[in-house]
């Protein structure tokens, strides 16, 4: 009973963690109607339902939420295992589960994750793509990449390459509203924040007298950067920008830098984060490896050749000032 009781606490964990049957099927490789039997038997071994089923979703009862924790764990430990041996082998295998940023991932993964699963043919990648913060351990991601400035935290975390802020308006904008020469300058000017940071509304510089603080009153907030910098480009306001979003806007002078004299604090890092674990599964080493390698020398040296792929991918025609 305990090795049926394994493989059946395999399938409902990931049952759970895809919120469907047909999508563990999917990841398992196993007919729809093979995972409800594993349940079903697992259910009937244990005595108790785990799951509540109806036509349009499946919800976890009690006992299958508190159930769901100790299988996640002994999944955990399983995959732990095979991906010791994996490493003895020395080809990764599986499924790489990575979280990014949306504007980042758009830009960087389909040239990054194409190119080093050339390399490890054997390996399904998983990508998703969110500007909020994911919790990895609950969502079962092996790795994230984040921009930040990265704080304490239960990750590991591994610096892939520097990034820098900038302010920056529309030349248009400038010639109708003039350009602020210090940071309090801009409580008379229409500003854009982007909201997914913890104060978006409060922009810290760093300037010849120290640090100051400005709280400014947006006209227009938005999660996502990239539309901050076209609403920019398109002369709406002023907004805080990665370097990475407007480097092309910027070279082109569809946008200018304005506060030079003051480094905005939103400048940081780009980390590769993961669980804390006592065996790197070697899918995620090599991964980690392979960004390293690419963004060796700094972000510059491989922003050029993807931001081309991307704005030829989506085929999209660039916003005029």
Same mark, same amino acid.
């Given at each position: 009973?305990?090795?049926?009781?394994?493989?059946?606490?395999?399938?409902?964990?990931?049952?759970?963690?895809?919120?469907?049957?047909?999508?563990?099927?999917?990841?398992?490789?196993?007919?729809?109607?093979?995972?409800?039997?594993?349940?079903?038997?697992?259910?009937?071994?244990?005595?108790?339902?785990?799951?509540?089923?109806?036509?349009?979703?499946?919800?976890?009862?009690?006992?299958?939420?508190?159930? /769901?924790?100790?299988?996640?764990?002994?999944?955990?430990?399983?995959?732990?295992?095979?991906?010791?041996?994996?490493?003895?082998?020395?080809?990764?295998?599986?499924?790489l589960r990575i979280s990014a940023p949306l504007?980042?991932?758009?830009?960087?993964?389909?040239?990054?994750?194409?190119?080093?699963?050339?390399? /490890?043919?054997?390996?399904?990648?998983?990508?998703?793509?969110?500007?909020?913060?994911?919790?990895?351990?609950?969502?079962?991601?092996?790795?994230?990449?984040?921009?930040?400035?990265?704080?304490?935290?239960?990750?590991?975390?591994?610096?892939?390459?520097?990034?820098?802020?900038?302010?920056?308006?529309?030349?248009?904008?400038?010639?109708?509203?003039?350009?602020?020469?210090?940071?309090?300058?801009?409580?008379?000017?229409?500003?854009?924040?982007?909201?997914?940071?913890?104060?978006?509304?409060?922009?810290?510089?760093?300037?010849?007298?120290?640090?100051?603080?400005?709280?400014?009153?947006?006209?227009?907030?938005?999660?996502?950067?990239?539309?901050?910098?076209?609403?920019?480009?398109?002369?709406?306001?002023?907004?805080?920008?990665?370097e990475f979003i407007v480097a092309e806007a910027?070279?082109?002078?569809?946008?200018?830098?304005?506060?030079?004299?003051?480094?905005?604090?939103?400048?940081?890092?780009?980390?590769?984060?993961?669980?804390?674990?006592?065996?790197?599964?070697?899918?995620?080493?090599?991964?980690?490896?392979?960004?390293?390698?690419?963004?060796?020398?700094?972000?510059?040296?491989?922003?050029?050749?993807?931001?081309?792929?991307?704005?030829?991918?989506?085929?999209?025609?660039?916003?005029?000032?």
């Amino acid at each position: 009973m305990l090795i049926g009781n394994l493989d059946g606490m395999t399938v409902f964990a990931r049952v759970v963690e895809e919120r469907s049957f047909s999508g563990a099927a999917r990841k398992l490789g196993m007919s729809k109607s093979a995972v409800s039997k594993h349940v079903t038997k697992l259910e009937d071994n244990l005595g108790i339902r785990l799951l509540n089923r109806t036509t349009r979703r499946l919800s976890l009862t009690d006992a299958g939420s508190t159930f /769901y924790q100790h299988c996640a764990r002994v999944v955990e430990e399983i995959e732990t295992a095979e991906h010791a041996l994996t490493d003895l082998r020395g080809t990764p295998r599986g499924t790489l589960r990575i979280s990014a940023p949306l504007t980042f991932g758009q830009m960087y993964l389909p040239q990054l994750v194409t190119e080093f699963m050339e390399k /490890y043919p054997g390996l399904h990648v998983d990508i998703h793509l969110a500007d909020h913060m994911v919790d990895l351990v609950a969502e079962g991601i092996d790795m994230a990449l984040r921009i930040t400035r990265l704080k304490d935290s239960s990750l590991i975390a591994r610096k892939l390459a520097d990034f820098r802020g900038h302010v920056v308006a529309s030349p248009g904008y400038l010639a109708e509203h003039g350009e602020p020469k210090t940071p309090q300058d801009l409580l008379e000017h229409r500003t854009i924040s982007y909201t997914n940071v913890p104060s978006p509304n409060i922009w810290d510089f760093e300037g010849p007298d120290g640090q100051v603080s400005v709280r400014v009153n947006p006209v227009m907030s938005c999660n996502n950067g990239e539309f901050t910098s076209v609403a920019a480009i398109r002369g709406l306001g002023i907004a805080r920008e990665p370097e990475f979003i407007v480097a092309e806007a910027l070279s082109e002078g569809r946008l200018v830098r304005i506060l030079q004299d003051y480094d905005p604090l939103s400048s940081g890092g780009i980390y590769a984060v993961y669980p804390e674990r006592r065996h790197l599964p070697s899918k995620v080493r090599v991964f980690i490896d392979f960004l390293v390698e690419k963004f060796k020398g700094g972000l510059c040296n491989f922003h050029k050749e993807a931001c081309v792929e991307y704005h030829e991918g989506r085929g999209r025609q660039r916003p005029t000032p």
